[in-house]
């Protein structure tokens, strides 16, 4: 089994599929790191050899992958919040930071819809 940067890649699919579990590598680095590794990118990954995974793991290397990106994200995020940018407050808040609209949606970060108390009609 394949593992590199702490990740254990997933053995049926293609390296290039499988080098996206790592957080911080999408298909398009996937395949940049198999070019420069000369690893084909649409073989299994179970059929690597201990040289190719060797290549690989060398290749990612020197991309900002797994903790140390989500690291500098994190201090990115919590840069503007301290600036008291517009951003930051929106991160704070737990709202859409990306200029989504909030009246209907957004509740992938609002949560869950809180109830409000109804008022009784007055009849007559």
Same mark, same amino acid.
Request: aromatic residues 4%; glycine residues 8%; positive net charge.
């Given at each position: +089994?394949?593992?590199?940067? @702490?990740?254990?890649?997933?053995?049926?699919?293609?390296?290039?599929?499988?080098?996206?579990?790592?957080?911080?590598?999408? =298909? &398009?680095?996937?395949?940049?790191?198999?070019?420069?590794?000369?690893?084909?990118?649409?073989?299994?990954?179970?059929?690597?050899?201990?040289? =190719?995974?060797?290549?690989?793991? &060398?290749?990612?290397? @020197?991309?900002?992958?797994?903790?140390?990106?989500?690291? *500098?994200?994190? +201090? @990115?995020?919590?840069?503007? +919040? *301290?600036?008291? &940018?517009? =951003?930051? &407050?929106? /991160?704070?808040?737990?709202?859409?930071? /990306?200029?989504?609209?909030?009246?209907? $949606?957004?509740?992938?970060?609002?949560?869950?819809?809180?109830?409000?108390? $109804?008022?009784?009609?007055?009849?007559?």
């Amino acid at each position: +089994m394949a593992r590199i940067k @702490n990740i254990d890649l997933p053995k049926d699919k293609a390296v290039f599929i499988g080098l996206t579990a790592i957080y911080g590598i999408g =298909q &398009s680095t996937a395949k940049k790191i198999c070019a420069a590794a000369k690893v084909d990118a649409e073989m299994k990954v179970k059929d690597l050899t201990l040289d =190719q995974e060797a290549a690989l793991r &060398s290749e990612v290397d @020197n991309y900002t992958v797994e903790g140390e990106l989500r690291r *500098e994200v994190q +201090m @990115n995020i919590k840069n503007k +919040m *301290e600036i008291g &940018s517009y =951003q930051g &407050s929106r /991160h704070k808040k737990g709202l859409p930071v /990306h200029g989504q609209r909030t009246s209907r $949606n957004a509740r992938t970060r609002k949560g869950k819809g809180k109830v409000v108390a $109804n008022k009784k009609k007055e009849g007559k």
